[in-house]
C-alpha cells in the first residue's frame, strides 16, 4: 500500500512561486508513473506533471504549465516535487500527487487520465490573488 501526503500550497499573488511537496511511503515500482493533478471548482481533475516510470526521467507538462512548472523526484527522500512559478490565477485549485499506474513508460496515453492511477494525496489548496 502507498500513501501520499502532500504540503507546500497556500496563498500568493499572480507572479509568483510555490513549490510543493509529496511525501510517499510504501512500496514505489520503478515503472510507476508519479504526477501532480489539480482541480479547480466545477472542472475535470487533469494532469499537470508527470514524470514517467522507467528511469529515464522523461516528463509531460500540461500546455497550460510548460515552461512555469517543474516537476522532480528526490528518491532517497521518497517525495515528488512540483515547483511553481510566474504563479497566474487560472492555476487556483486543488493540488494532489499520484502514484501507480504500472509499466508507465514515456508517452504512455494512460499516464494522463486520473482514473488509472490507485493512489492518491488528500490535495493542498494552491490559491492565487491577482
Known amino acids: 500500500q502507498v500513501q501520499l501526503v502532500e504540503s507546500g500550497g497556500g496563498s500568493v499573488q499572480a507572479g509568483g512561486s510555490l513549490r510543493l511537496s509529496c511525501a510517499a511511503s510504501g512500496y514505489i515500482y520503478s515503472t510507476y508513473c508519479l504526477g501532480w493533478f489539480r482541480q479547480a471548482p466545477g472542472k475535470e481533475r487533469e494532469g499537470v506533471a508527470i514524470?514517467?516510470?522507467?528511469?529515464?526521467?522523461?516528463?509531460y507538462y500540461a500546455d497550460s504549465v510548460k515552461g512555469r512548472f517543474t516537476i522532480s523526484q528526490d528518491n532517497a527522500k521518497n517525495t515528488l516535487y512540483l515547483q511553481m512559478n510566474s504563479l497566474k490565477p487560472e492555476d487556483n485549485a486543488m493540488y494532489y500527487c499520484a502514484a501507480g499506474v504500472y509499466d508507465c513508460y514515456s508517452g504512455s496515453s494512460r499516464a494522463k487520465q486520473p482514473h488509472e492511477y490507485p493512489y492518491w494525496g488528500q490535495g493542498t489548496q494552491v490559491t492565487i490573488s491577482s
Open positions: 514524470i514517467y516510470g522507467g528511469g529515464d526521467g522523461s516528463t
